[in-house]
């Protein structure tokens, strides 16, 4: 069998040679394309670029109805799913309640799809034509009676339906096999595939129909992952088979960090938009009247302006800042366990302003906390723990850690929250990205689902591209002369 990412290799179309993972790989029958003519036009209607590993996989999504794609955590499988959905169909997005909003933004990269969001059981509804539903998967109904024909079903964190008797996974399996049976797709997402035991792997396939077109009996999967019968059950213990492998890459497209770095910046940006309480929401209802009232524009606004206004309106917004870290809490713990969960012996670092996020995480186990007026002696302990691997994870108020500190053992870090100043949180952010630092890293935001607290987070992009236009701008690429 030849694989799909087998290079370098001949085009298929002029004969140029395409080296590692630069190449793009066309529908049945399968040919290995180069570059130039492997190229199409781009769905986005934005400056939104492909990196040539994501056209690999855009490509390999729409050759075929079914498949898993299985890219590590921060490779972009969202984007790989917008490009290769046909804009003439109507899609479903299933994922973790905390994805939603992300999946929402996306989708407004392309001019020929609109989001949907169901923002509750009750709210359901089935996608139309040139339209992408998401929903999480509590919200699935128990059957897909009304799935349009030509559906792409997309399975997001696909991982959430390992369980074979969870109802999530059941409905999961019947949305899937409606969608495939009436002329759709079901396409699979996840970085870890195999999340605990084999078992989690074989119902995977299952729920994506995948079966048959690996290993067709589960008593040859469970041959070929080391599995064998116990007096409680199965027990896997055995080697696993070298043709495993073999076998997933007829229906898994998997690629790691380490076989893309070379495509990737080194600097990675995700927002997630999460919910919040309807209480939390009326404190930023009303810092947003009371700014408003007070004559205060959010568009022009320092940390400086708005304690000059004083009074009410900065004690509401400073209030509603506060709120706004403390609801986002649920869904940060979700982050940290998926994080976890797909990235084993990984650490984690989470940033924040406020100490209700902080202490939420700093619990943990695994977990430290840097806060407040931190010893030196206690910084340089927690830094060294970190460094050696010794801490899952570690949670820093951005007052206290955004300088004096080195952490480049992690190549991740969540905001839960903004300082006002930019020059702050880059400093943040450059614990983990300097001098020592290997890999390409991945910051997340957390961006509470209301004007405000969106209001906040463009405000301060808009000030860090100032800056980035000022007085990085001014950088010096090259010695001076010396005279």
């Given at each position: 069998m030849t694989l799909l990412n087998d290079y370098p290799g001949a085009c298929g179309e002029c004969g140029a040679v395409v080296p590692a993972l630069t190449g793009v790989v066309s529908g049945p029958p399968w040919r290995l394309l180069c570059a130039g003519c492997g190229t199409e036009p781009n769905p986005f209607n934005r400056d939104v670029e492909l990196y040539p590993y994501q056209v690999l996989g855009?490509?390999?999504?729409?050759?075929?109805?079914?498949?898993?794609?299985?890219d590590q955590q921060g490779l972009g499988k969202t984007v790989q799913v917008l490009a290769a959905l046909p804009g003439d169909r109507p899609a479903l997005v299933v994922c973790p309640k905390v994805a939603k909003g992300v999946w929402a933004r996306h989708v407004e990269w392309r001019d020929d799809l609109q989001a949907r969001v169901i923002k509750s059981r009750r709210g359901w509804r089935m996608p139309d034509q040139g339209e992408v539903v998401v929903a999480n998967y509590e919200q699935l109904p128990e059957r897909p009676d009304g799935l349009p024909p030509e559906t792409t079903v997309v399975l997001d964190e696909a991982h959430y339906a390992k369980n074979p008797s969870a109802r999530r996974t059941l409905r999961a399996r019947r949305f899937c096999r409606h969608a495939l049976k009436h002329g759709g797709a079901a396409w699979g997402l996840t970085g870890t595939p195999l999340k605990n035991l084999p078992p989690d792997l074989w119902t995977l396939l299952d729920v994506l129909d995948l079966r048959d077109q690996t290993w067709g009996r589960v008593d040859d999967y469970r041959r070929d992952m080391g599995g064998r019968k116990g007096a409680w059950g199965w027990v896997w213990d055995g080697p696993v088979s070298p043709r495993v492998p073999e076998v997933l890459q007829r229906v898994m497209l998997r690629r790691e960090k380490r076989d893309v770095l070379a495509s990737l910046p080194p600097k990675r940006r995700?927002?997630?938009?999460?919910?919040?309480?309807?209480?939390?929401?009326?404190?930023?209802?009303?810092?947003?009247s009371l700014l408003a009232k007070a004559g205060v524009c959010l568009e022009e606004a320092t940390r400086e302006a708005l304690a000059a206004v004083g009074g009410a309106p900065f004690e509401a917004l400073s209030r509603a800042r506060a709120m706004l870290a403390a609801a986002k809490v649920p869904a940060l713990l979700e982050v940290v366990r998926d994080h976890a969960v797909q990235n084993p012996g990984e650490p984690l670092l989470v940033w924040s302003c406020y100490l209700a996020p902080i202490d939420a995480i700093s619990h943990l186990d695994g977990w430290a906390a840097l806060k407040g007026a931190v010893s030196v002696k206690r910084r340089t302990a927690l830094e060294d723990a970190l460094q050696a691997g010794e801490l899952a994870g570690l949670a820093l108020t951005i007052p206290a850690g955004h300088t004096a500190i080195t952490l480049t053992r992690a190549e991740r870090?969540?905001?839960?929250?903004?300082?006002?100043?930019?020059?702050?949180?880059?400093?943040?952010?450059?614990?983990?990205?300097?001098?020592?630092?290997?890999?390409?890293?991945l910051y997340t935001r957390l961006v509470a689902d209301h004007a405000l607290d969106r209001r906040l987070f463009e405000l301060l992009d808009a000030k860090h591209a100032r800056t980035e236009a000022a007085i990085s701008a001014a950088r010096i690429l090259t010695h001076p002369t010396q005279e």
């Open positions: 855009t490509r390999w999504l729409r050759s075929r109805r079914r498949g898993l794609l299985g995700e927002d997630l938009v999460v919910d919040i309480d309807s209480a939390t929401a009326r404190a930023a209802d009303e810092a947003l870090a969540v905001f839960v929250d903004l300082d006002f100043s930019p020059s702050t949180n880059e400093q943040a952010e450059d614990r983990i990205h300097r001098i020592g630092q290997t890999r390409s890293v």
